[in-house]
């Protein structure tokens, strides 16, 4: 008697973990789905070609030398030019 009830403390306690893991992956994949739908312009989030971000130049994808160099008149593409 004294080895079932051991047996069902352990399986009890494994039991246990097992669901508690489960809450924690659970909880952290749902975290993953809302932080990738919040990024992807299909479910509201922002596009690559929206308001700048910290480090952009605030360009277009479409601009030429002439608008590069006059939003940033250092760079390496308009220096001796």
């Known amino acids: 008697m004294h080895a079932l009830r051991i047996t069902t403390y352990v399986l ?38 929206s308001a ?9 994808v479409g601009d030429n030398y002439a608008n590069l160099c006059s939003a940033n008149p250092g760079a390496p593409e308009c220096v001796g030019g």
Request: net charge negative; glycine share 12%.
């Open 12 to 49: 009890t306690s494994l039991a246990s973990l097992v669901f508690l893991a489960m809450v924690v992956y659970g909880y952290l994949a749902v975290q993953d789905l809302r932080n990738s739908l919040q990024s992807n312009p299909l479910f509201g989030g922002a596009s690559s070609f």
């Open 52 to 60: 700048p971000g910290a480090g952009d130049t605030g360009l277009d």
